[in-house]
């Protein structure tokens, strides 16, 4: 008995242990999701922002490593003075004002954190300032940027794009522009890209002539990361001159910046051919690729509970519907005739593909689609479609999704089918009314041993309420009888009464 007793604390143990790791990692990818939900929703402002007052503007994607000098690099081209610095590295540059949402960071972290934006409207373009390539803060970032980037490239149109350097990158066989130039690989037309693509060679000191130093790079045909693909294409491009290097030199004192290195920028970006959009991918580690495969049923589940949510304004949408007619003046088998429609597009939901689109349909019937897309939640569905591509497979948990639209399906199909001929006797001062006017239901709930129902009336017919209240019916059955002396003819539900076919109301 001591022996079971033992055990069975332990086995008590090891189940607590085990629930709370997993409610630990279910907490974590909360957070992650709604992380990602934040991020992806400033991101989606700022498109729209754009979209609505800068239209027809071009646009500049700054990308490079962490710490390569993007943010500065917009800051300068801005217009905003830069002054340098003497720290514990070196020298620094900063600015006294920034480049709208555009800062620069400092230190050894990521000093971009999320995408962001500056409209110049002197040259009407919108830089984009992206989180650097080999982000610092880890495998959950790496996954949030390569979603954003996506959701950012498939976005803009006209686009030219800057490729942001330090010289020490460059040096040497330039082994870490190589390894960036690789992650470039992301875009999938290399011609396309080249002709919108400029160099920017940041930290700039000992190297003099560009176009030389790419020419050794060229000629070292050992060099495993320039063999093929863009980088290759890129370092002949520089060598043969076809490509524009500019240079944003190091400080070579404390105090203000030499501003006509701008300049030379202005002239690369004149330089190149913006293209209309650009078609790419990013490059995820096994590491990041592993987590993303893990936290799609954190999303999955997510955009189920999304899903009710909207089937359940749906469903309230329908009884508003009823609500909203006049039963008495509307034939009912027009209501009916919508619910069956309703319900056949809910049950042909579920193909992956056309899923929302066709969930959107349904809604848009109901006058509900605005709502459903202005939800910052709207954009899950990108998210997991997002994840699968970066993935090359599909990650959407289509049935899961179905499964929360079950509920609203079966009760817009009861809607179609609801018998509403029962006759509405007048001629004794009452009538008889069907199920299809009154919707009661029951919540049981049970605590503290004590069991309790709640009773919900929804009154199909504003004017049904009134009676109802009117006339102080508490008792509901299938059927409901009410007195209405005015009336003085006999009619089936749905059918107009002889005064109201002469223009008279009820009322």
Known sequence: MQVFNFLKRWLLVLVFSVHSVFSVA?????DAVERLMHQMSGLTEQLNNHETHHAGAKNTVVIGKTGAGKSTL???????????FDGDEGFSLTAEASAGDVQIGHGFGAGTEAITSYYDADMNTIYWDCP????????????????LLRKLYNSIRNVNVFVVAKEADITGRATELGKLLGKMNIFSNTEQLLSCVSLVVTQQRDIRNMTLHFEKLQSDTSNVYFQDGFARAL?????????????????SSAGGYDSRYREGIFACIAD????????????????????????????????KQYLTQSAEKLKAQSYVRISNANVRGQKADDLRSHFASQSALLMQIGA??????????????????????????????????????????????????????????????RLSTVETNAEIISESGSYEVGPFLLKRTEHEKQRRGVRSVTVTKEFWSKELEQMVVSQNITKFTDTLTLTEPSITSTRKAGETSPRERNGDSWR
Not at 235 to 251: E, G, H, I, K, T
Not at 384 to 406: C, I
């Open 272 to 303: 190149r051919k913006p293209v209309a959009e650009l078609d790419c991918n990013v490059i995820l580690s096994a590491e990041s690729r592993e987590y993303v495969q893990g936290l799609s049923g954190a999303y999955n589940t997510r955009i």
């Open 352 to 413: 992956p593909e056309s899923f929302v689109t066709d969930f959107v349909h349904v809604l848009d019937t109901e006058g509900l689609i605005a709502t459903f897309k202005s939800d910052p939640q709207y954009a899950l569905f990108d998210i997991v479609a997002t994840f699968g591509e970066l993935l090359d497979a599909d990650l959407r948990d289509v049935p899961l999704w179905k499964s929360a639209l079950t509920d609203v399906t079966a009760e817009i199909s």
């Open 132 to 147: 650097g390539f080999d982000d610092p803060r880890g495998i959950e970032i790496e996954t949030q940027n390569a979603i």
């Open 26 to 30: 279910d907490a974590a990818n909360g």
């Open 235 to 251: 370092v002949n491009s520089v060598a043969s001159r076809d490509m524009c290097v500019a240079m944003l030199p190091y400080p």
């Open 74 to 84: 917009i800051t300068c081209l801005a217009g905003v003075p830069l002054e340098a």
